[in-house]
């Protein structure tokens, strides 16, 4: 695992991504991995000249994890940095900590301390650089409920126990699924019913407030914020 330095953007934030290249076999994690996984956990603490650091994580795929499934990924995985520094024309000593799972038929935890300085104007390496971008297009792009276009989540229902979810894809797209992740909440893999038609199951007293649900159909994904604090309708 390395951190690289990736372009910067014209809002005066820089770019950074952190690499990851699995062997043969092996997978790793999304945010929210379904039953067997480990989530991974990211700290910039102890870094310099940040104001912020943002993780941009790229939509997950589903992949088999023992006699269950998770949200996940295999082979290259690149997680592109979004970091805006408190004093821009200063570079910024980037650290960070993370925690996640890396898994072949048993899951070991693992932890990487990373660190890196991105200096304002500097050109990064072009290998890298390129990288980075690759794994950005496929960072869910912000949705809402029911919008135009041909990859959307049309319709959600909800009841106590479990929230449906309609999600209209390109009638041409060979790859199609749906996750979903809240912060704090372990949530399971959306189970699809038919074409298009997915259901969560939700656990009574602990449903949390809001869900993030990725829309994917091949290369294309999209992050739709959806309110749970609403009454649920009686099934």
Known sequence: MRLS???AAGDGTLGAGIELHLGEGWKTYWLNPGP???PPRIDFTGSENLAKAEALWPAPARIADGDAEAAGYTGILVVPVTVTPKDPAKPVALKLHIDFGMCEKICVPASADLKLELVPGAKPQAMAAALIEGFKSRVPKPAKLG????LAVTA?????????VSVRFPEKAKTRDLFARAEGV??????LNSPGSYSIRLKPGSTPAKIELVAVADGEAIAVPIALDLPAAKP
């Open 5 to 7: 330095a990736g372009p």
């Open 147 to 150: 919008r135009e276009g041909e």
């Open 156 to 164: 959600i229902a909800r009841t106590s126990e479990s929230l449906g």
């Open 36 to 38: 067997n996984g480990i």
């Open 186 to 191: 372990a949530l399971p893999l959306p189970k």
